[in-house]
């Protein structure tokens, strides 16, 4: 009998990584191998960026915090801290999106951070 070498599901996965690899410069795009290794290096900076991403975000939200308080005359860390001994327990996403959209709700919550600084 012959030997077959499992073609269906070698073609199978050679489309499929083929497929993944679409819109690759030079050879990344049409040759197995090279698009196997492009592949995996993609793969592993989306992983990390996707976790760098929140990183940026949240530095994007401090930023913005910090120029809004300090309008009000309280810099970043001393508002922080105010929030904290106060029991307000607001994230800094929220606290961005107020100092930018609602900026009297935000007024309000830096008089109320410093009463306890």
Do not use: C
Request: charged share 35%.
């Amino acid at each position: 009998m012959t030997r077959t070498k499992n073609t269906s599901a070698s073609n199978k996965k050679k489309k499929k990584t083929l497929k993944n690899a679409k819109g690759y410069k030079w050879g990344r795009k049409n040759k197995y191998k090279l698009a196997k290794d492009a592949l995996r290096h993609a793969w592993t900076h989306a992983f990390q960026d996707r976790r760098k991403k929140k990183r940026k975000f949240r530095k994007a939200w401090q930023v913005q915090i910090n120029a809004a308080s300090r309008k009000h005359g309280v810099p970043y860390s001393k508002f922080i801290y105010g929030l904290k001994e106060n029991n307000i327990e607001l994230n800094r996403k929220v606290l961005a999106e107020l100092a930018i959209n609602h900026e009297n709700i935000f007024e309000k919550i830096v008089e109320k951070a410093k009463t306890k600084i």
